[in-house]
């Protein structure tokens, strides 16, 4: 009896034996991660956008008077020179109506040469009756009423001068509207589009009706790409930058501009529902003007652009995987996990010593594709946690690693 009971107390400290030294082990085993060293290297900071070409001078040739078309002298494709013919509207209406004020200026004018005579005549005649009053031989009465037709043709004569003056206006106007009945090429350029035909009614614009565009007209030596830029990278962009281009229509070539124009306010989105809820993010509008363009290249074409934001040689750098954010006010120990960015979160790497895992504050710079440059807190050579994600989320200061295969081993 007594030696069944030490055999059983012997299993039973076997089994809880083998208890602690399972935690043991298991507490022990660590997480596997990737670890590679900081290490210097050149870094490209890259905007991305993408967009369409544009010509950088395009002008619409719109009607600015009602008017039936009844010629065009031109079609999509052509080129044509500053003051060719382009296209004319209906001027019956424009050149009865200039008629019509000359006819009137005329006939005013011939009325004014009847009212400065008679004018002149009573002005003779006022100038004999103060004479005969001032003698004494007629009376007050007669002086009066002879000043009172005087003011009259005074008042004739500038009444004619006030309508020759009006008619004068009205003609101006008149003659101004039969000009524009005829447009001419305002550029050296491409007829780039004509929705306009013969026979059409030409509307003027209003404020809620941008009225009939008759035909655009652009100069293509000059083409630029006018792309959206998100509102994290337009900070980064500047006036003069380098960018690439690429064409859909042309996969195989890369053009070369440079950013010539950005803008000061987001562009304006329009949505048919609109939800307070929902913040959506803004673009800029910036434009690249192209370099040597080809001639091939027609407005509207689908473009990308990688614009140099940023460039540094030899630099201090990390993978942007290793990078975690961590609660500056979590208790010593706590997991680094990619927390909402609230102004209380600091940002760093995961160091390796002595096996294990020690958390660095750093500084970073620019970003390039793969690697992030750090300005402030790490050391040429140390070796850092590079990944895996699942990894870096668990990790805590003093936690014990188990390194995976180092990048630069399996590189090798």
């Known amino acids: 009896m007594k030696k069944k009971t030490v055999i059983i107390l012997a299993v039973v400290l076997i089994v809880v034996l083998a208890a602690i ?18 290490k210097r290297t050149d870094l490209t900071s890259i905007v991305s956008a993408s967009g369409e070409i544009k010509p950088k001078k395009s002008i619409n040739i719109s009607a600015l008077i009602p008017g039936r078309i009844v010629k065009i002298g031109v079609k999509e494709g052509d080129v044509v020179k500053a003051g060719a013919f382009l296209l004319k509207l209906d001027a019956t209406q424009y050149e009865a109506n200039a008629e019509r004020d000359q006819a009137f200026i005329q006939s005013s004018r011939a009325e004014l040469i009847k009212a400065q005579t008679t004018l002149d005549k009573n002005k003779s005649f006022y100038d004999r009756q103060v004479n005969l009053y001032d003698n004494g031989l007629i009376s007050k009465d007669q002086l009066e009423q002879a000043k009172s037709q005087l003011d009259i043709s005074d008042a ?12 004068q206006a009205s003609l101006k106007s008149t003659v101004d509207n039969l000009n524009k009945t ?3 090429s305002p550029i ?25 565009v008759l035909m655009t007209i652009a100069d293509l030596s000059v083409m630029e790409v006018e792309v959206q830029v998100d509102e994290t990278d337009v900070i980064g962009v500047q ?3 380098t960018a690439d281009i690429k064409v859909d229509a042309f996969p195989s070539q890369i053009f070369t501009g440079k950013v010539t124009e950005i803008g000061s306010s987001a562009i304006q989105k329009t949505t048919l ?7 959506e993010s803004k673009d800029f ?10 001639k091939l290249l027609k407005p509207g074409l689908s473009a990308s652009a990688d614009i140099i934001a940023g460039e540094k040689k030899n630099v201090l750098a990390v993978p942007i995987s290793a990078l975690v954010l961590r609660d500056r006010k979590a208790e010593a120990g706590a997991p680094a996990v990619a927390a909402k960015r609230t102004g209380s979160e600091e940002e760093g790497v995961y160091t390796v010593s002595g096996g294990r895992a020690k958390f660095i504050p750093v500084k970073k710079g620019i970003l390039g ?10 050391a040429e050579g140390q070796e850092i946690v590079a990944g895996p994600y699942d990894a870096l989320r668990q990790l805590k200061d003093d936690t014990l690693i188990k390194p995976d295969i180092k990048k630069d081993d399996a590189k090798k």
């Open 21 to 38: 030294l399972g935690l043991s082990s298991k507490k022990d085993k660590g997480v596997k991660v990737t670890l590679e060293k900081v």
């Open 156 to 167: 004739g004569v500038r009444s004619i001068n006030f309508q020759i003056q009006q008619a």
């Open 182 to 184: 005829e447009f001419l």
């Open 188 to 212: 050296d350029g491409v007829i780039t589009s004509r929705p306009a035909e013969e026979g059409e009614m030409a509307i003027i614009g209003t404020m809620n009706n941008p009225g009939t």
């Open 239 to 241: 006036l003069g930058q």
């Open 273 to 279: 529902t609109t939800s307070s809820n929902t913040q």
């Open 285 to 294: 509008k910036v434009k690249i003007t192209l370099e040597n363009p080809s």
């Open 369 to 378: 594709e793969l690697m992030i440059e750090i300005t402030d807190g790490l």
